[in-house]
């Protein structure tokens, strides 16, 4: 089992930056790459980043290519997504989840665990 708890979303103006972090506990964390999802009201979850277990491989949605940054850190089982420029239309629920066999794509179904999610709001 590993555990997920998402932290840092809120309220930012348009063109602001947050920065998210998930932090595992549980089974070891550098085994598992770790993607970020989203959901807004009325929407299907939505793919935001990836990346593998070591940190060298990231992969994006073109939504956000640019503007959102992913990284890890396994000694201190966290995983963070920098979030820059952001836009009205990046306003959701925000997950990150844990994949056993390191998969770093877009489908949710290849992920393991998922944290509770963080709300992420930006105002225009």
Not at 84 to 108: F, H, M, Q, R
Request: proline share 2%.
């Amino acid at each position: 089992q590993v555990q997920l708890v998402e932290s840092g979303g809120g309220l930012v103006q348009a063109g602001g930056s947050l920065r998210l972090s998930c932090a595992a506990s549980g089974r070891t964390f550098s085994n598992y790459a770790v993607g970020w999802f989203r959901q807004a009201p009325g929407k299907e979850r939505e793919f935001v980043a990836a990346i593998s277990t070591s940190g060298g491989s990231t992969y994006y949605a073109d939504s956000v290519k640019g503007r959102f940054t992913i990284s890890r850190d396994n000694a201190k089982n966290t995983v963070h997504l920098q979030m820059n420029s952001l836009k009205p239309e990046d306003t959701a629920v925000y997950y990150c989840a844990a994949s056993g066999i390191g998969y770093i794509g877009s489908a949710y179904t290849a992920y393991d665990y998922w944290g509770q999610g963080t709300q992420v709001t930006v105002s225009s």
